[in-house]
């Protein structure tokens, strides 16, 4: 399953808000976010997964590989935006109360 990495979810929130990438962009955006080096095979290993899974679509476009969220993917990702928005959200009014 996609959530059950966050990796996956940190892959699809790239491409929810970038479009589609080539695979190699989309590695560098991913280590600049965690500030580390990703090994490639386990790179596109997790890509993949996604593939797999139906939550990203690959094509090539001449010698590159693009990736591209899918519906499904989409779905998820605000799914899951949604779900941490009400944990936030939830905290923060209680929180508020404590205060009050």
């Known amino acids: 399953m996609w959530f059950q990495s966050g990796r996956r979810r940190d ?4 491409l929810y808000d970038d479009g589609e990438l080539r695979g190699q962009k989309l590695k560098t955006r ?3 976010y965690y500030d580390i080096r990703l090994d490639p095979q386990s790179f596109y290993g997790t890509l ?3 593939v797999d899974s139906g939550h990203v679509e690959r094509r090539t476009e001449g010698i590159h590989d ?6 499904v993917g989409t779905e998820h990702v605000e799914s899951y935006y949604a779900w941490v928005t009400e944990r936030v959200e939830g905290r923060t009014k209680k929180t508020v109360k404590a205060d009050e």
């Open 48 to 50: 993949e997964a996604l």
């Open 30 to 32: 991913l280590e600049r």
């Open 11 to 14: 892959l699809c929130a790239i």
């Open 66 to 71: 693009v990736y591209e969220l899918t519906d």
